[in-house]
């Protein structure tokens, strides 16, 4: 962005499996967790999007002639993440990305020319909002909410609930793994809010003013951080939003969650 600030064109490339929000739908597909990531706000920001497109097979003879890898490091990358049903579903996974983004512009250069009073180009009829817990999985969650806010172009909301507002007074691994997953939400640019209080409602209480209409939970694995609760938080959310839609993204598929309408 300080290269952009400064009147500086910048041109780029990336493979699909580096943009953030798919990243746990690539480990589901090739086993691998990658660690470099590209927040999808940077892709969002870009003037245009061109995907350069190689069928998988013609990807595996480049790998095979060297002109990739060293033999002995393609042999390798071949059998591992470079097979072919692996290059197959990452080719559709770009394929759709950059089907979206043509569908995003349209879309945005279309509200434009009508001159729609809505400058942010936000639909004001949907809101989603992520509940951050210390629970591993909320980085998933998170991947997984702002992919949808971004697909509706709605506002998203980052909302944890502690005892005294803030992170003070909390164990130092809860305390350490909330401040991670804050950084990581304000990281893809996410509105963060930390809310005082000890139950759902509080959760429940600002998505209804704030006319939230999906609220994106996980449902931990232990039950040890309940000791400020009187009882399951994600069941008291489900029971006091009636009114929204309530999404558990799941462990095992970050793509399929329960969803209670």
């Known amino acids: 962005m300080l290269l952009l600030d400064a009147g500086i064109d910048v041109l780029t490339t990336m493979n699909i499996q580096h943009l953030e929000s798919l990243n746990d739908h690539v480990q589901h597909i090739t086993g691998v967790t990658v660690r470099e990531t590209v927040p999808d706000w940077i892709v969002r920001n870009a003037d245009e999007v061109v995907m350069v497109d190689l069928t998988p097979r013609a990807l595996m003879h480049r790998l095979q002639r060297g002109v990739v890898y060293k033999p002995e490091q393609a042999e390798r990358a071949l059998q591992n993440f470079f097979r072919e049903p692996t290059l197959v579903a990452l080719r559709e996974l770009a ?89 990581f939400a304000r990281n893809l640019q996410i509105d963060t809010r930390i809310l005082k209080g000890n139950s759902g409602s509080v959760l429940v209480d600002f998505a209804r003013q704030n006319q939230v209409t999906q609220i994106f ?42 969803v209670r309408e």
Do not use: Y
């Open 95 to 183: 394929l759709r990305e950059a089907a979206h983004e043509v569908g995003q512009k349209i879309a945005s250069q279309a509200e434009v020319d009508l001159q729609e009073p809505a400058a942010t180009g936000l639909n004001r009829q949907h809101k989603v909002l992520i509940h951050l817990t210390a629970d591993p999985k909320t980085a998933m969650v998170t991947r997984r909410a702002k992919r949808v806010s971004d697909f509706l172009a709605v506002e998203c909301f980052a909302v944890l609930v502690t005892p005294a507002g803030d992170l003070t007074g909390l164990a130092e691994s809860e305390r350490q793994a909330l401040e991670k997953h804050l950084a």
């Open 217 to 258: 939970i996980t449902r931990p694995r232990s039950r040890t951080w309940l000791r400020f609760r009187l009882q399951d938080p994600v069941q008291e959310i489900i029971d006091l939003a009636k009114d929204m839609q309530i999404v558990i993204v799941s462990d095992r598929d970050p793509l399929r969650g329960s």
